[in-house]
């Protein structure tokens, strides 16, 4: 058995224009068949120049596995790390000898999903993380790039961006804690300051990506539902990257910290192959359908 570490997160389908809009034109089925008649090398997406990865595996689950009005996908991301090829130790004599293995070649880091799709273009993503996998942003970027090729190739144009947005742990210990929370600070994108909103936008080119707001309470007071509502928002908006909170517990003692860091996330126990370290896909599939 391994403990692996899981991560939950909000999925969507974003207009490009307006990141409210849901776009739940794609009928995810369909993709999963296009993608599945691509060659194996037509699956690969380069990472760094020394990393890339490919979704090895993706099905639909059957009906009969969870109870629910909704659709449901495993899937797993298969990565590997080249392009160097460090001497092997030997753990009975502290010998050492050549790595045999390709400059091209790199081990496997598996990274399984549960894709639960409420609409074609929203849901959750419940992820297992690996630590020299893929990441969050990788996935994102993957299911971008296939699925805009998937559109190309059916004659449709791709109007969206898919977008992932970490499940903030509603009984957080770290706010719990606090008595008062005396200030927030909300990082927002420079987009913001759009034609829409307040102007700004032929100077954008002089301002950093990012910008913050500081929110302040009145003395002796708390802003927790301030906060509150920006725990919500930073799920749904994409413009607001991450919330910083200041506050203090009943002794008087301050502390601060950034709401993005504390992201709701388990660890679960599977079993794994002695030899190779891969990962059952069944008992992966059991663990994560039982956080459902």
């Known amino acids: ?29 369909s993709f999963l068949e296009w993608f599945s008649g691509l060659p194996v090398d037509g699956k690969m997406y380069r990472i760094t120049n020394n990393k890339f990865t490919s979704l090895d595996y993706i099905q639909k689950l059957p009906n009969r596995d969870y109870d629910g009005t909704f659709s449901l996908y495993l899937g797993m991301f298969s990565t590997g790390n080249h392009g160097s090829r460090r001497d092997l130790k030997n753990s009975e004599n502290n010998t050492k000898r050549p790595n045999p293995k390709r400059l091209v070649e790199g081990e496997e880091q598996e990274n399984y999903f549960l894709l639960k799709l409420t609409t074609n273009g929203s849901g959750e993503l ?11 942003n990788n996935f994102e970027n993957y299911l971008d790039i296939f699925l805009n090729r998937y559109l190309v190739d059916t004659g449709e144009v791709k109007d969206f961006n898919v977008k992932l947005n970490p499940i903030i742990s ?24 759009s ?38 928002a930073i799920m749904y ?56």
């Open 126 to 136: 419940i992820y297992q993380s690996a630590g020299k996998g893929v990441r969050e």
């Open 1 to 29: 058995m391994a403990q692996k570490k899981v991560t939950f997160h909000r999925f969507r389908l974003v207009n490009k224009r307006n990141h409210e809009l849901i776009d739940n034109s794609v009928d995810f089925d």
């Open 195 to 232: 034609d829409e909103v307040l102007g700004y936008s032929n100077r954008l080119l002089q301002t950093r990506q990012e910008l913050y707001i500081d929110v302040r309470a009145e003395v002796r007071q708390s802003i927790r539902d301030v906060v509150n509502d920006l725990r919500q």
């Open 237 to 292: 908006k994409s413009e607001i990257s991450s919330i910083w909170i200041e506050g203090k517990d009943i002794y008087g003692n301050q502390s601060n910290f950034f709401l993005d860091q504390v992201k709701k996330r388990t660890f679960i126990d599977v079993e794994i192959n002695p030899l190779t370290a891969a990962i059952h896909r069944e008992s992966m599939k059991s663990q994560l359908l039982n956080l459902l």
């Open 170 to 193: 509603t009984d957080d210990v770290a706010l719990s804690r606090l008595d008062r929370i005396i200030k927030t600070r909300i990082y927002v994108d420079k987009s913001v300051l």
